[in-house]
């Protein structure tokens, strides 16, 4: 009898306990789980596939066993005009995103486009495929899905890479985003707050519906980039901020990622980086007009999947 004390209050601080994990995690997930996904959660589904961080089909991180964002003009089979369309193109193999792997990711009315109009229900992970985000309006009542183009229009993957005006990388750059620890000092999240005015609308809860992981990061050292593709479309300016940041701000105390243009140039030179940086210290110090040349990066990089990813956030 003598802790019989201690054995209630036992009790009663498990009990507590177990009643705040519920409130603050178990039910605001039953609300989020009942929540249809948005288009903008779509795009990300189709844009960053299964996975941004470790995982079986990218042990390594290296942006592996992603999906290809591409801008079309004209239509892949017939080749007639249409309107700047982004689809995304899986590549046979390809894992697809959890949306279209789980019917309860999407939402109930989303799924059911995404069948009926969409067929998504004819996606074959090792033929691959191309997708489209479109919307259905009933009632007044505006409702997004997923297109399964290969299916609907008989665009296939070799056609469609072939018309595309422009191909983006952005699935791989997220998981280059992720690896280098882009999330530690910038947010994906700009608050209810004056950051409406600099950062731009802030995301609401189906925007994330299937994306993983969802990269709010927790600690903002640096401006949120949710919106920063909408601020800045330069990739010139990008390549200089990711080479060198001092370059375009002289007290950023953002890290270099030149490692990530490999060690030759798009023409295919090597890349001196103690050269680079002898001439950049003479600039600094006033001895040399200009700063020197930052390389162009060849295609295959890990840098052009990280600015591409950038480049992507609208």
């Avoid at 690896?179 to 994330?208: A, I, K, M, N, Y």
Wanted: glycine letters at 8%; aromatic letters at 10%; one cysteine or more.
């Amino acid at each position: 009898m003598g802790f019989r004390e201690y054995r209630i209050g036992s009790i009663l601080f498990g009990v507590a306990l177990s009643s705040s994990m519920m409130i603050t995690i178990y039910f605001p997930g039953l609300d989020i789980s009942s929540v249809s996904s948005t288009s903008i959660a779509l795009e990300k589904q189709l844009t960053y596939g299964k996975n941004s961080s470790f995982d079986y089909g990218d042990p390594f991180v290296q942006g592996k066993d992603k999906p290809i964002k591409v801008l079309l003009k004209k239509d892949p089979i017939t080749g007639a005009t249409m309107d700047d369309t982004n689809a995304y193109v899986f590549k046979p193999g390809t894992s697809l995103p959890s949306g279209l792997v789980h019917e309860h990711i999407m939402g109930a009315k989303v799924q059911a486009l995404s069948v009926s109009l969409g067929k998504t229900n004819q996606v074959d992970e090792s033929k691959g495929g191309v997708f489209l985000v479109q919307s259905s309006v009933k009632d007044g009542v505006e409702t997004p899905y997923i297109e399964f183009a290969t299916a609907t229009r008989g665009w296939t993957v070799e056609a469609t890479l072939a018309a595309a005006d422009q191909q983006m990388l952005a699935g791989s750059g997220k998981t280059m985003f992720v690896r280098e620890g882009c999330w530690w000092c910038h947010t994906l999240l700009p608050e209810e707050t004056h950051d409406w005015q600099s950062f731009g609308r802030p995301p609401v809860v189906g925007d994330f519906n299937g994306e993983s992981p969802t990269t709010f990061g927790s600690d903002r050292k640096a401006p949120d980039l949710l919106h920063v593709g909408s601020r800045n479309s330069s990739k010139e300016w990008m390549m200089m901020h990711f080479f060198n940041p001092r370059l375009v701000q002289p007290h950023s105390i953002m890290p270099r990622y030149d490692y990530l243009w490999g060690e030759t140039d798009k023409q295919g030179n090597k890349i001196d980086l103690a050269k680079w940086d002898e001439e950049f210290n003479a600039y600094r110090e006033g001895t040399r007009v200009y700063p020197p040349e930052v390389p162009e990066y060849r295609d295959d990089t890990e840098i052009r999947m990280l600015i591409d990813f950038v480049l992507n956030l609208k």
